[in-house]
């Protein structure tokens, strides 16, 4: 089946009232499902920009070169899957993007600020304002329930989404109450989201958010990650090793022994229920 898929044109016929509101919503929510486009991504802005960015770690007689000279823009709004192989160097570049790790040289600009040369104070006000977080192994305080995991963020920032309305985006509106080894990993992984989600992040950084998870319940993650990227127009960074999982980004970033090998273009990124590893 061809698809014929111009907003503009659907723009156009909606004015004309040659179709109604109601088929403009079909017609966008089947393409979503077919493939994901992120709409402010469309424009292509930058968000943040990484300009001959490096990393060495000084382990006193050796220095690993974790990061050479790495420049590309992350754009606002769009899905960035960044893909590579064990050591390549994937998450010593989302922790400096998150402000969690600060580059040996080079410049890491936020909406252009260079957050390198944020004071501490000032790179942690980014950290919990600007960045969410979804790591491998879900991070969540097992001594707290999934609602307090979610609080615990919420109380981060000043105008954070409701906690309720959180677990409720990720599926677990009836989960609040139990503890994290009462869950299954998909549902633990669900919980991070929701407590990354909560503080209204512009920018989600996932490093290996499937690494841990089986096919079904990986997907459903991706699924997850998807839709907040669709519908909050949350600018996504998503590590992986999975090279099947490169297909839902808009862009792809190959990285090689801490190096950026190639960056592609991906004009049509597959709906995360399309892909297969
Ligand atoms: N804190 C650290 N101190 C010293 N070396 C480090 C540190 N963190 C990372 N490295 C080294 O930097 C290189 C890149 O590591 P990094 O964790 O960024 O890789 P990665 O692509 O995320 O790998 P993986 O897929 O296994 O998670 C590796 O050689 C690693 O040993
Ligand atoms: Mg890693």
Redesign the pocket.
Known sequence: MEFFYDPDEIKKMYQRKLVSVKKVLNIEKSLAFLFRKGRSYMEKEVLLRLENVT?T???GEVK????KSTTFDIYRGEFLVIL????????????IVGGM?RASSGLVEYEKENIQTFTADQLTAYRRREVGFVF?FYNLMTDLTARENVELAATLVKKPLLVESCLEEVGLADRGRHFPSQMSGGEQQRVSIARALVKNPRLLLC??PT?ALDFTTGKLILGVLDRINRERGCTVLL?T?NTAIAAMGHRVVR?RS?EVASITDNPNPLAPERIEW
Do not use: C
């Open positions: 990393k770690y000084d382990m690993v070169e974790a990061l590579g192989p064990s050591g390549s160097g994937k998450s010593t570049l989302l922790n790790d491998q490093d290996e690494g590590i090793h990285m801490g």
